[in-house]
Nanobody, 116 residues
C-alpha cells in the first residue's frame, strides 16, 4: 500500500514563504507524474504544480513565478516551495502521484493559511 504524507503547512503572513513536503512510502521512480493540488473552502480542487519523470513541470497561472515543485529521488520526497504567498493561496494542499499503473495516490492534505 503506497502512502503519501504531506508536511510543512501552517499559518504565514502575506508575502511569506512555506515549503511543503510529500514523503512517499515507496520509490517515486514508480510514478509517472507527481504533483500538488489545493482546495479552498467552497471551491473545487485545482492543480497547483506537477512534474513528470523527465522533470518537465507544469504550473497553474496563479502560482507561476512564485511556486516551485521539485523532487529528491533519494528521499522519495516531492517538495513545493511557495514564495510571495497571498491570502488567496489559503487552502488545503494535497500531494498526488500517478503510478505507472495509472492508479492515482493522494496524501491526507496539509492546511496552508495566509493571513495577517
Amino acid at each position: 500500500q503506497v502512502q503519501l504524507v504531506e508536511s510543512g503547512g501552517g499559518l504565514v503572513q502575506p508575502g511569506g514563504s512555506l515549503r511543503l513536503s510529500c514523503a512517499a512510502s515507496t520509490s517515486i521512480f514508480g510514478f509517472k507524474i507527481v504533483g500538488w493540488y489545493r482546495q479552498a473552502p467552497g471551491k473545487e480542487r485545482e492543480l497547483v504544480a506537477s512534474m513528470t519523470t523527465d522533470v518537465s513541470t507544469n504550473y497553474a497561472d496563479s502560482v507561476k513565478g512564485r511556486f516551485t515543485i521539485s523532487r529528491d529521488n533519494a528521499r522519495n520526497t516531492v517538495y513545493l516551495q511557495m514564495n510571495s504567498l497571498k491570502p488567496e493561496d489559503t487552502a488545503v494542499y494535497y500531494c498526488n502521484a500517478l503510478h505507472i499503473t495509472d492508479y492515482p495516490y493522494w496524501g491526507q492534505g496539509t492546511q496552508v493559511t495566509v493571513s495577517t
